[in-house]
Protein backbone atom coordinates (compact mmCIF):
# COMPACT_ATOMS: atom_id res chain seq x y z
CA UNK A 1 0.00 0.00 0.00
CA UNK A 2 1.02 3.64 -0.01
CA UNK A 3 3.74 4.70 2.06
CA UNK A 4 2.42 6.22 5.61
CA UNK A 5 3.95 8.55 8.21
CA UNK A 6 3.12 6.97 11.57
CA UNK A 7 3.80 10.11 14.30
CA UNK A 8 3.61 9.11 17.23
CA UNK A 9 0.59 11.99 19.30
CA UNK A 10 1.63 14.78 20.23
CA UNK A 11 0.72 14.66 23.82
CA UNK A 12 3.19 11.55 23.90
CA UNK A 13 6.29 13.16 23.41
CA UNK A 14 8.27 9.71 24.76
CA UNK A 15 6.71 7.77 21.79
CA UNK A 16 9.46 7.52 18.54
CA UNK A 17 8.27 8.19 15.00
CA UNK A 18 8.22 5.50 12.84
CA UNK A 19 8.12 6.46 9.59
CA UNK A 20 8.78 3.67 6.55
CA UNK A 21 7.72 2.77 3.02
CA UNK A 22 8.19 1.65 -0.52
CA UNK A 23 10.42 3.83 -2.36
CA UNK A 24 8.28 3.29 -5.48
CA UNK A 25 5.51 5.08 -4.24
CA UNK A 26 7.76 7.47 -2.06
CA UNK A 27 10.90 8.61 -3.52
CA UNK A 28 13.74 9.77 -1.65
CA UNK A 29 13.52 13.51 -1.74
CA UNK A 30 9.81 13.56 -0.70
CA UNK A 31 11.28 11.17 2.28
CA UNK A 32 14.48 13.71 2.81
CA UNK A 33 11.73 16.49 2.27
CA UNK A 34 9.35 15.80 4.78
CA UNK A 35 12.12 14.54 7.65
CA UNK A 36 13.59 18.05 6.48
CA UNK A 37 9.84 20.22 7.48
CA UNK A 38 9.75 18.32 10.66
CA UNK A 39 13.49 18.55 12.01
CA UNK A 40 13.68 14.86 12.78
CA UNK A 41 16.85 13.48 14.22
CA UNK A 42 17.25 9.95 13.80
CA UNK A 43 18.78 7.18 11.81
CA UNK A 44 17.08 6.12 7.88
CA UNK A 45 17.40 3.14 6.93
CA UNK A 46 17.17 1.89 3.16
CA UNK A 47 17.26 -1.60 1.78
CA UNK A 48 17.17 -3.04 -2.04
CA UNK A 49 17.68 -6.81 -2.43
CA UNK A 50 20.75 -7.24 -0.14
CA UNK A 51 21.99 -4.01 -0.34
CA UNK A 52 21.72 -2.08 3.33
CA UNK A 53 22.36 1.96 3.84
CA UNK A 54 21.64 4.17 6.69
CA UNK A 55 21.58 7.74 6.96
CA UNK A 56 21.93 9.63 10.05
CA UNK A 57 19.30 12.98 9.68
CA UNK A 58 20.04 15.44 12.57
CA UNK A 59 17.15 17.95 12.99
CA UNK A 60 16.79 17.68 9.31
CA UNK A 61 19.84 18.09 7.76
CA UNK A 62 21.87 14.90 6.56
CA UNK A 63 24.96 14.19 8.90
CA UNK A 64 26.06 10.54 8.68
CA UNK A 65 26.29 8.07 6.15
CA UNK A 66 26.97 4.25 6.26
CA UNK A 67 26.79 1.35 4.09
CA UNK A 68 26.94 -1.55 6.76
CA UNK A 69 26.56 -2.12 10.34
CA UNK A 70 30.27 -2.19 11.23
CA UNK A 71 31.13 -0.70 7.87
CA UNK A 72 34.29 1.42 8.09
CA UNK A 73 34.27 4.99 6.68
CA UNK A 74 36.72 5.03 3.51
CA UNK A 75 38.24 8.02 4.96
CA UNK A 76 41.64 6.66 3.53
CA UNK A 77 40.21 5.79 0.60
CA UNK A 78 39.04 9.02 -0.14
CA UNK A 79 42.53 10.98 1.12
CA UNK A 80 44.33 8.87 -1.58
CA UNK A 81 41.76 10.01 -4.39
CA UNK A 82 42.06 13.89 -3.63
CA UNK A 83 45.87 13.47 -3.58
CA UNK A 84 46.30 14.25 -0.18
CA UNK A 85 48.10 11.17 1.22
CA UNK A 86 49.53 8.08 -0.85
CA UNK A 87 48.51 4.46 -0.25
CA UNK A 88 51.90 3.93 2.10
CA UNK A 89 51.01 6.96 3.81
CA UNK A 90 47.51 5.63 4.80
CA UNK A 91 49.31 1.89 5.27
CA UNK A 92 51.53 3.09 7.79
CA UNK A 93 48.94 4.97 9.63
CA UNK A 94 46.84 1.91 9.85
CA UNK A 95 49.50 -0.52 11.12
CA UNK A 96 50.02 2.22 14.20
CA UNK A 97 46.31 2.47 14.91
CA UNK A 98 45.01 1.82 18.45
CA UNK A 99 41.55 -0.17 18.34
CA UNK A 100 38.75 2.04 18.15
CA UNK A 101 41.36 4.86 16.91
CA UNK A 102 40.79 7.58 14.14
CA UNK A 103 42.89 6.69 10.62
CA UNK A 104 42.30 10.22 10.03
CA UNK A 105 43.66 11.24 13.57
CA UNK A 106 47.07 9.14 13.11
CA UNK A 107 47.23 10.86 9.86
CA UNK A 108 46.99 14.60 11.06
CA UNK A 109 49.17 13.79 14.01
CA UNK A 110 52.40 12.25 11.68
CA UNK A 111 51.60 15.33 9.87
CA UNK A 112 50.21 14.12 6.49
CA UNK A 113 46.99 15.89 7.13
CA UNK A 114 44.95 18.64 8.35
CA UNK A 115 41.71 18.23 10.17
CA UNK A 116 39.98 20.16 7.32
CA UNK A 117 41.34 17.27 4.52
CA UNK A 118 40.19 14.83 7.14
CA UNK A 119 36.59 16.82 7.37
CA UNK A 120 36.71 17.47 3.30
CA UNK A 121 37.55 13.50 2.83
CA UNK A 122 34.56 12.63 4.92
CA UNK A 123 31.86 15.13 3.78
CA UNK A 124 33.12 13.75 -0.53
CA UNK A 125 32.28 9.99 0.53
CA UNK A 126 29.04 11.39 1.91
CA UNK A 127 27.87 13.41 -0.67
CA UNK A 128 28.82 10.52 -3.11
CA UNK A 129 26.67 8.06 -1.17
CA UNK A 130 23.89 10.24 -1.07
CA UNK A 131 23.71 10.68 -4.94
CA UNK A 132 23.67 6.92 -5.09
CA UNK A 133 20.93 6.41 -2.74
CA UNK A 134 18.92 9.22 -5.25
CA UNK A 135 19.06 7.07 -8.08
CA UNK A 136 17.07 4.26 -6.31
CA UNK A 137 13.75 4.04 -7.71
CA UNK A 138 12.92 0.98 -5.84
CA UNK A 139 13.51 -0.69 -1.95
CA UNK A 140 12.14 -0.18 1.27
CA UNK A 141 12.74 2.77 3.59
CA UNK A 142 12.19 2.97 7.51
CA UNK A 143 13.10 5.70 9.63
CA UNK A 144 13.81 5.44 13.73
CA UNK A 145 13.84 8.47 15.71
CA UNK A 146 16.68 8.74 18.24
CA UNK A 147 21.03 8.97 18.34
CA UNK A 148 22.98 7.33 15.72
CA UNK A 149 23.68 3.98 16.67
CA UNK A 150 27.35 3.50 17.29
CA UNK A 151 27.35 -0.14 15.74
CA UNK A 152 27.03 1.61 12.31
CA UNK A 153 28.38 5.26 12.52
CA UNK A 154 31.64 5.11 13.27
CA UNK A 155 34.11 7.61 14.76
CA UNK A 156 35.31 8.85 11.50
CA UNK A 157 31.94 9.96 10.15
CA UNK A 158 31.04 11.08 13.96
CA UNK A 159 33.74 13.76 14.11
CA UNK A 160 33.00 15.50 10.75
CA UNK A 161 30.14 17.00 12.18
CA UNK A 162 28.67 17.12 8.89
CA UNK A 163 25.24 19.14 8.47
CA UNK A 164 24.37 18.90 4.87
CA UNK A 165 21.13 20.40 3.23
CA UNK A 166 19.03 17.63 0.95
CA UNK A 167 17.68 20.31 -1.33
CA UNK A 168 21.55 21.33 -1.98
CA UNK A 169 22.35 17.90 -2.97
Known sequence: GPARARPGSPSAGTENMAF???L???????????????LQSGTLKLQRERD????????????????A?????????YLVRSG???????????????????LGSALERAGKVSA????????TFVEEELYELFTWSDGHFEFKEGSPPEDIFDAEVRAADLRLDPNAI
Open 84 to 102: KVTPEDVGEAEGRLRKGAR
Open 69 to 77: VGAATPVGE
Open 20 to 22: QGD
Open 52 to 67: ERYIFVNEGKLSMTSR
Open 116 to 123: GDVKDAVR
Open 24 to 38: RNLGLPTVFQNLQQN
